[in-house]
């Protein structure tokens, strides 16, 4: 399947009533793997079905069910991370972080979520600042463990977890914040910045994002050597900004003109 039937399907779940978080994380995987097909990607679901079904039967509770695929997964099946995951753009993938059992914070909570999801538990995710996790039953239960951590509980012991109310994380606020930090990713490597590119691409696709990404996306272009095509994007974006800040949009214009005279 060629790139751009990937990103219509990924751009019509995305706006599904109910959309599949493990399917959403496989479709942006496809920008970076080119090797990850619709076969590979049944793989990836038939495995977390499979994890489901070694969890047991009957569980009841918030801490039952998170003791039970803690135990699962952090224990038995090692999934974890580490500080070299975060160098790593697989620890961003789902069906790379399922065959290493390693990943970034919030790909082990999907894994986390998917797999206890599958299986009945009543499971939420929880993005903190600069970390995501999982809680089980009741958000005001307090059963939150840490997924990069092997499953580690939280309890209340975060600052974060104690103070507010426990928010569960939307899919589509999930799988924004996985592409935020493949850009943040690419964004410390000059050389990286066509996964950059699709990395804001996706994220435009999502039925509700941040307008600044149209000039993020607008600069990468011009810097990758489009600059034509950045260069009306950067008119395109001074536009929408010049409503609320007039000079703003002066100086956006004035990149998409330098933009321009790169041509010559």
Do not use: K
Not at 89 to 97: G, M, P, W
Not at 210 to 228: D, K, N, Q, W
Request: glycine share 10%; with cysteine.
């Amino acid at each position: 399947m060629s790139s751009a039937a990937w990103r219509a399907q990924f751009a019509a779940e995305a706006r599904a009533e109910r959309p599949d978080l493990a399917l959403l994380c496989l479709l942006l995987a496809t920008e970076a793997d080119p090797a990850l097909d619709e076969n590979a990607m049944d793989r990836a679901q038939i495995e977390l079905d499979r994890l489901a079904g070694m969890l047991p039967y009957g569980l009841r509770g918030g801490r039952a069910w998170a003791n039970a695929v803690t135990e699962l997964l952090g224990g038995h099946l090692g999934f974890h991370g580490t500080p070299a995951d975060y160098d790593r753009l697989s620890s961003s993938l789902l069906h790379e972080v399922l065959r290493r059992r390693r990943g970034l914070p919030i790909l082990l909570s999907v894994v986390w979520l998917e797999v206890a999801r599958r299986a009945g538990a009543p499971v939420y995710g929880l993005g903190l600042p600069g970390h995501f996790v999982v809680g089980f039953g009741d958000p005001e239960e307090g059963v939150v463990v840490d997924p990069f951590a092997g499953g580690a509980s939280l309890g209340t012991g975060p600052a974060e977890l104690a103070s507010g109310p426990r928010e569960p994380a939307r899919t589509l606020g999930i799988v924004q914040r996985i592409l935020a930090n493949i850009r943040a990713w690419a964004s410390a490597r000059p050389e990286q910045s066509g996964v950059a590119l699709w990395a804001v691409e996706l994220s435009l696709l999502l039925p509700s994002h941040p307008a600044a990404l149209r000039y993020e996306r607008a600069r990468l272009l011009v810097e990758r050597g489009s600059f034509r095509e950045g260069a009306a994007e950067l008119d395109a974006y001074a536009a929408v900004v010049s409503a609320v800040d007039a000079d703003a949009a002066d100086r956006i214009r004035a990149e998409a003109v330098s933009a321009r005279a790169l041509l010559n």
